[in-house]
């Protein structure tokens, strides 16, 4: 099966760690994605806010080229991208008027046959759970790690047939593939606030205040993610955060394609662990064994 | 040489004023064979019948047509009326020119031209019209009652009470169904199990009932009046007649921890033989095989037994199968409540202390898992804040039913009012969408709940409920004020919905009764044959057929019972004539009619000469089944199947009628 990338903004951006690290464990995996030649923005939180029709239109068009490209399949890496890629993809699957009137526009057939996977799908279901277990070198064992869902990969559960809304788990398994211990805790879908982290700092140091105290006190070391958003509202703001509450958290956050990369054996720095503003070192070193530290 | 009368009627202005009536009784007049036509303001009073039957005698009358109003309204009145002078009452037809003319339509001359068409279609049926007679269905007066729920008992009480036998067949090994489980009743706060044991124990020690417990309907066939029953009576592995329910094997049992007590909602343990409860009716223990010790050690254990003073514990009892016949069944299969599984923010089987409805009815009850005290499953304490949350999977199209689960609103005041009562300075939120309290009582109950109990009702959902330190953090919205709120409980209470019994389905396919997309049975009409299934003979009682509180399930138990002695007040059940009939000399045994008969209406049937030879098969019609529904008359490839009353030749010709 040929898989197509559509690596999105936040990947060629303030999340390039995601990317490096995802390149690098398909590489360990061999595992070969095409970038989509030409890619657009998926229209993300804007466009759908503003023109139905063109927050349908963008992702469509990124769909479009991959499918007449001879793909079958594409990963959205970012959980916003998948989200719209899915929820365009839906509306296009049951809405014949809507499907003439873009592909029209688009100049461009669409059949929607596409299967559209966010990270933690496409390392499940596409990869696999042996094929990560086998190339697990270095298992991350003593390590606690809580994972962060966020909103978007799970809701609106009816488009997206991801998980449990409500209690997903899928990266709380792959958790367990490497080694670490997941811990559980209330908040794994709470909303970090996401894109008012701009307009509005303070309600999401609160939100994202409420998840990380809680992954401290039900004892992680550290935090994984897959989505941009999610990573920088935990990641960046977290400083601001522990001096706004006057506590302490030091949770490094890293992207799931980061912690499979680590027991796969690859080094922090080819996974660009230091790239985050959380520095991971300090959690890093429980690992025993793990490859020399940046 | 037809001799037809037509009575148009003008149902005063009802008809009178869309249709000229005087039209179409001179239409009428016209029609070859109408030797009759007469138009009348109201045909159904007493001087309209008056006058059909004389004109029956008079002009010596071979068929009726009446223009008025629907079938179902009063044919047979007019048919009562025509078999009185002596005419087959199947020679009555009616030309609907009321609902499907007159009040659907404005315009009165093509209103009338409709009514002229229908009146004429009629008239051409009704000289093709046979004479057919009432089929009569011989009845065993016995019958069969599954589910021995209180629904259940109230009807199988009430039928013995009339003097008819009863087979009363229920799955567990006690009745007493899910009311025996409550605490208390809302809205007088009757004790529940104090009200339902002596009906039960009445139920057990009728003459007239014979009660088969931890035993289930295998299989049913056979039609109204004489169903054949088949009973697997399972393997208790006690012998029911010498056990004196004195306790000592349940004492002796070594298995008392890890098997969860279904009584209790697996709030509790029981041994491996064990009675669900102390009231249990019968009072015999059942040997659960699938956790006991000699069956999965290989005879090793057999402590009940040494322990057993009459010896009545026999591990080689086998599985029975016991056949009856009846007359008469009702279903009262009762409910399931919903899983919560959907529910995965409330943390309903993570979080220890979130437990269902039906939990808290185990631990107010004095023998509960906490003999009647509050306290709460993950540390014992007695919790001082409850939330309690209506509508979990009721009301809730997207993750659980669309539909009211009826009772959560009442039971929950009743929970919180009974906290409040239990456990002093204590404090109850209530989360609700409405409350809806409609019976007797029921608003000044939930009132006093509310303000002589001083439960806080919050109108809106809850998002989320986690642990944190000890408490559970109930989130929610409160949409009167407008604001979110947030509750740190010691316990949380969800109303989950109420659901068909597991398996109902399946016991509808056999039975042949229908149901609806929940897999609630359907009654025959939702208003006026509210107690009847889609299937002669066949009753419905209590929350089988939908969520209802004890006493709608009381007085539905008390109506499937009274229908049944209805029945069984004569020898016959006679059955209208106008059912399906075979051609055998046409018929090619294809069996295409049996795929399509919802009812299980055709069997087959071998014809043999005289010496006994088989000369063919062919279709066979019950008439203790067949609806005369025709899907079969479709079905047949032969053109062999009619059903009286509307033969092909009468269908043809009332197509030409509406041609000319």
């Given at each position: 099966m040929k898989l197509a990338y559509y690596p999105g903004c936040s990947l060629k951006g303030t999340s390039f760690e995601y990317e490096v690290s995802l390149l690098k464990i398909l590489e360990t995996l061999n595992i070969e994605v095409k970038e989509i030649p030409d890619w657009n923005c998926c229209g993300a939180s804007a466009a759908h806010s503003i023109n139905h029709n063109l927050s349908v239109a963008l992702?469509?068009?990124?769909?479009?080229?991959?499918?007449?490209?001879?793909?079958?399949?594409?990963?959205?890496?970012?959980?916003?991208?998948?989200?719209?890629?899915?929820?365009?993809?839906?509306?296009?699957?049951?809405?014949?008027?809507?499907?003439?009137?873009?592909?029209?526009?688009?100049?461009?057939?669409?059949?929607?046959?596409?299967?559209?996977?966010?990270?933690?799908?496409?390392?499940?279901?596409?990869?696999?759970?042996?094929?990560?277990?086998?190339?697990?070198?270095?298992?991350?064992s003593g390590l606690k790690v809580a994972s962060y869902y966020g909103c978007l990969l799970v809701r609106p559960p009816k488009i997206m047939k991801f998980d449990d809304p409500e209690n997903p788990v899928t990266m709380d398994e792959l958790v367990a593939l490497t080694g670490a211990e997941p811990v559980d805790y209330s908040f794994k879908t709470e909303c970090c606030g996401?894109?008012?982290?701009?307009?509005?700092?303070?309600?999401?140091?609160?939100?994202?205040?409420?998840?990380?105290?809680?992954?401290?006190?039900?004892?992680?070391?550290?935090?994984?993610?897959?989505?941009?958003?999610?990573?920088?509202?935990?990641d960046v703001r977290q400083r601001e955060i522990e001096r706004k509450y006057d506590e302490k958290l030091g949770l490094p956050v890293l992207f799931i394609t980061e912690l499979l990369g680590l027991s796969f054996g690859i080094t922090p720095k080819d996974l660009a662990i230091d790239g985050h503003m959380v520095a991971a070192d300090r959690v890093l070193k429980k690992i025993e064994g793990l490859p020399n530290q940046q | 040489m037809?001799?037809?009368?037509?009575?148009?009627?003008?149902?005063?202005?009802?008809?009178?004023?869309?249709?000229?009536?005087?039209?179409?009784r001179e239409e009428a007049a016209k029609i070859p064979g109408v030797v009759s036509a007469l138009d009348y303001k109201y045909m159904?009073?007493?001087?309209?019948?008056?006058?059909?039957?004389?004109?029956?005698?008079?002009?010596?009358?071979?068929?009726?047509?009446?223009?008025?109003?629907?079938?179902?309204?009063?044919?047979?009145?007019?048919?009562?009326?025509?078999?009185?002078?002596?005419?087959?009452?199947?020679?009555?037809?009616?030309?609907?020119?009321?609902?499907?003319?007159?009040?659907?339509?404005?315009?009165?001359?093509?209103?009338?031209?409709?009514?002229?068409?229908?009146?004429?279609?009629?008239?051409?049926?009704?000289?093709?019209?046979?004479?057919?007679?009432?089929?009569?269905v011989p009845l065993n007066k016995k019958a069969l009652v599954i589910g021995g729920g209180i629904a259940g008992i109230q009807a199988a009480l009430d039928i013995a009470n009339g003097g008819v036998e009863v087979i009363l067949v229920e799955k567990e090994p006690s009745i007493g169904g899910k009311m025996i489980q409550l605490d208390e009743t809302f809205p007088t706060l009757d004790c529940s199990s104090c009200i339902m044991t002596p009906k039960m124990v009445e139920a057990n020690q009728h003459p007239n009932i014979k009660l088969y417990t931890y035993s289930e309907v295998e299989d049913i066939s056979g039609y109204i009046g004489n169903f054949k029953v088949k009973i697997k009576k399972k393997a208790r592995s006690v012998v029911e007649k010498d056990c004196t329910g004195c306790g000592e094997c349940w004492n002796a049992c070594p298995m008392h921890k890890n098997i969860k007590s279904e009584f209790n909602v697996n709030l509790s343990e029981r041994t491996a033989i064990y009675v669900p409860f102390p009231q249990a009716v019968p009072l015999?223990?059942?040997?659960?095989?699938?956790?006991?010790?000699?069956?999965?050690?290989?005879?090793?254990?057999?402590?009940?037994?040494?322990?057993?003073?009459?010896?009545?514990?026999?591990?080689?009892?086998?599985?029975?199968?016991?056949?009856?016949?009846?007359?008469?069944?009702?279903?009262?299969?009762?409910?399931d409540l919903m899983d919560t599984s959907m529910y995965g923010e409330y943390g309903y089987g993570k979080y220890k202390d979130v437990?269902?409805?039906?939990?808290?009815?185990?631990?107010?009850?004095?023998?509960?898992?906490?003999?009647?005290?509050?306290?709460?499953?993950?540390?014992?304490?007695?919790?001082?804040?409850?939330?309690?949350?209506?509508?979990?999977?009721?009301?809730?199209?997207?993750?659980?039913?669309?539909?009211?689960?009826?009772?959560?609103?009442?039971?929950?005041?009743?929970?919180?009012?009974?906290?409040?009562?239990?456990?002093?300075?204590?404090?109850?939120?209530?989360?609700?969408?409405?409350?809806?309290?409609?019976?007797?009582?029921?608003?000044?109950?939930?009132?006093?709940?509310?303000?002589?109990?001083?439960?806080?009702?919050?109108?809106?959902?809850?998002?989320?409920?986690?642990?944190?330190?000890?408490?559970?953090?109930?989130?929610?919205?409160?949409?009167l004020s407008g604001n979110q709120v947030e509750i740190a409980a010691d316990m949380v209470v969800l109303a989950t919905g109420v659901i068909p019994k597991k398996g109902s389905d399946k016991l509808a396919q056999m039975l042949g009764i229908s149901y609806d997309k929940y897999g609630f049975f359907t009654e025959s009409h939702p208003k006026l044959r509210p107690a009847e299934s889609s299937t002669a003979g066949i009753f419905l009682a209590g929350m089988a057929q939908g969520p209802r509180d004890i006493p709608e399930s009381v007085v539905s138990g008390s109506a499937a019972a009274s229908k049944i002695l209805g029945l069984f007040s004569k020898n016959e059940y006679e059955v209208e004539g106008t059912i399906a009939g075979v051609n055998e000399a046409t018929c090619v045994a294809c069996f295409y009619c049996q795929r399509v008969c919802a009812y299980n209406a055709i069997s087959r049937k071998e014809i043999k000469d005289r010496s006994g030879k088989l000369v063919k098969v062919v279709a066979n019609v019950n008439p203790g089944l067949c609806t005369g529904c025709g899907a079969c008359v479709n079905a047949c490839f032969s053109k062999s199947i009619d059903v009286?009353?509307?033969?092909?030749?009468?269908?043809?010709?009332?197509?030409k009628a509406l041609a000319i």
């Amino acid at each position: 099966m040929k898989l197509a990338y559509y690596p999105g903004c936040s990947l060629k951006g303030t999340s390039f760690e995601y990317e490096v690290s995802l390149l690098k464990i398909l590489e360990t995996l061999n595992i070969e994605v095409k970038e989509i030649p030409d890619w657009n923005c998926c229209g993300a939180s804007a466009a759908h806010s503003i023109n139905h029709n063109l927050s349908v239109a963008l992702p469509a068009r990124n769909l479009a080229i991959a499918e007449n490209g001879g793909y079958e399949s594409v990963l959205a890496p970012c959980a916003a991208c998948s989200n719209r890629l899915k929820s365009a993809d839906y509306e296009l699957k049951t809405d014949d008027i809507l499907k003439k009137k873009i592909t029209d526009s688009l100049e461009m057939p669409y059949k929607a046959e596409m299967s559209i996977n966010n990270m933690l799908e496409f390392l499940i279901g596409v990869v696999g759970k042996d094929k990560i277990k086998s190339m697990v070198k270095k298992p991350l064992s003593g390590l606690k790690v809580a994972s962060y869902y966020g909103c978007l990969l799970v809701r609106p559960p009816k488009i997206m047939k991801f998980d449990d809304p409500e209690n997903p788990v899928t990266m709380d398994e792959l958790v367990a593939l490497t080694g670490a211990e997941p811990v559980d805790y209330s908040f794994k879908t709470e909303c970090c606030g996401a894109i008012n982290s701009l307009s509005k700092p303070d309600v999401v140091m609160a939100l994202t205040g409420n998840i990380l105290y809680d992954i401290k006190k039900h004892g992680a070391d550290l935090v994984v993610v897959a989505c941009p958003l999610c990573h920088s509202n935990l990641d960046v703001r977290q400083r601001e955060i522990e001096r706004k509450y006057d506590e302490k958290l030091g949770l490094p956050v890293l992207f799931i394609t980061e912690l499979l990369g680590l027991s796969f054996g690859i080094t922090p720095k080819d996974l660009a662990i230091d790239g985050h503003m959380v520095a991971a070192d300090r959690v890093l070193k429980k690992i025993e064994g793990l490859p020399n530290q940046q | 040489m037809a001799r037809i009368g037509v009575f148009v009627c003008w149902c005063g202005s009802n008809i009178a004023g869309t249709v000229d009536v005087e039209k179409v009784r001179e239409e009428a007049a016209k029609i070859p064979g109408v030797v009759s036509a007469l138009d009348y303001k109201y045909m159904c009073s007493d001087p309209g019948q008056n006058s059909l039957r004389n004109i029956i005698k008079e002009k010596n009358l071979t068929g009726i047509v009446l223009a008025a109003c629907s079938p179902h309204m009063h044919e047979n009145t007019f048919r009562k009326a025509a078999a009185k002078e002596g005419l087959n009452p199947y020679f009555v037809e009616i030309a609907n020119i009321r609902e499907q003319v007159s009040w659907v339509h404005e315009d009165k001359e093509r209103a009338t031209a409709k009514a002229v068409d229908l009146m004429k279609m009629m008239v051409e049926k009704v000289k093709r019209d046979k004479p057919i007679e009432d089929v009569r269905v011989p009845l065993n007066k016995k019958a069969l009652v599954i589910g021995g729920g209180i629904a259940g008992i109230q009807a199988a009480l009430d039928i013995a009470n009339g003097g008819v036998e009863v087979i009363l067949v229920e799955k567990e090994p006690s009745i007493g169904g899910k009311m025996i489980q409550l605490d208390e009743t809302f809205p007088t706060l009757d004790c529940s199990s104090c009200i339902m044991t002596p009906k039960m124990v009445e139920a057990n020690q009728h003459p007239n009932i014979k009660l088969y417990t931890y035993s289930e309907v295998e299989d049913i066939s056979g039609y109204i009046g004489n169903f054949k029953v088949k009973i697997k009576k399972k393997a208790r592995s006690v012998v029911e007649k010498d056990c004196t329910g004195c306790g000592e094997c349940w004492n002796a049992c070594p298995m008392h921890k890890n098997i969860k007590s279904e009584f209790n909602v697996n709030l509790s343990e029981r041994t491996a033989i064990y009675v669900p409860f102390p009231q249990a009716v019968p009072l015999v223990p059942v040997l659960d095989r699938s956790v006991c010790l000699h069956f999965k050690k290989g005879g090793k254990c057999q402590k009940c037994y040494d322990a057993c003073g009459p010896k009545c514990i026999n591990f080689d009892l086998q599985d029975e199968i016991i056949e009856e016949t009846v007359g008469a069944i009702v279903a009262s299969t009762g409910y399931d409540l919903m899983d919560t599984s959907m529910y995965g923010e409330y943390g309903y089987g993570k979080y220890k202390d979130v437990i269902s409805g039906l939990q808290f009815e185990r631990i107010l009850s004095a023998s509960g898992p906490t003999e009647g005290v509050i306290k709460r499953p993950s540390d014992g304490k007695t919790p001082q804040t409850i939330v309690f949350v209506q509508c979990v999977g009721s009301r809730d199209p997207e993750k659980g039913v669309p539909y009211c689960s009826k009772v959560c609103c009442m039971y929950t005041a009743k929970h919180a009012k009974l906290f409040a009562h239990k456990v002093h300075g204590s404090q109850s939120y209530v989360f609700y969408i409405d409350i809806r309290s409609t019976s007797k009582g029921y608003e000044e109950f939930v009132r006093s709940t509310m303000e002589q109990d001083g439960a806080i009702y919050l109108r809106g959902r809850v998002s989320k409920i986690y642990e944190d330190e000890g408490k559970l953090i109930v989130k929610g919205a409160d949409t009167l004020s407008g604001n979110q709120v947030e509750i740190a409980a010691d316990m949380v209470v969800l109303a989950t919905g109420v659901i068909p019994k597991k398996g109902s389905d399946k016991l509808a396919q056999m039975l042949g009764i229908s149901y609806d997309k929940y897999g609630f049975f359907t009654e025959s009409h939702p208003k006026l044959r509210p107690a009847e299934s889609s299937t002669a003979g066949i009753f419905l009682a209590g929350m089988a057929q939908g969520p209802r509180d004890i006493p709608e399930s009381v007085v539905s138990g008390s109506a499937a019972a009274s229908k049944i002695l209805g029945l069984f007040s004569k020898n016959e059940y006679e059955v209208e004539g106008t059912i399906a009939g075979v051609n055998e000399a046409t018929c090619v045994a294809c069996f295409y009619c049996q795929r399509v008969c919802a009812y299980n209406a055709i069997s087959r049937k071998e014809i043999k000469d005289r010496s006994g030879k088989l000369v063919k098969v062919v279709a066979n019609v019950n008439p203790g089944l067949c609806t005369g529904c025709g899907a079969c008359v479709n079905a047949c490839f032969s053109k062999s199947i009619d059903v009286k009353g509307f033969m092909d030749d009468q269908i043809y010709a009332e197509i030409k009628a509406l041609a000319i």
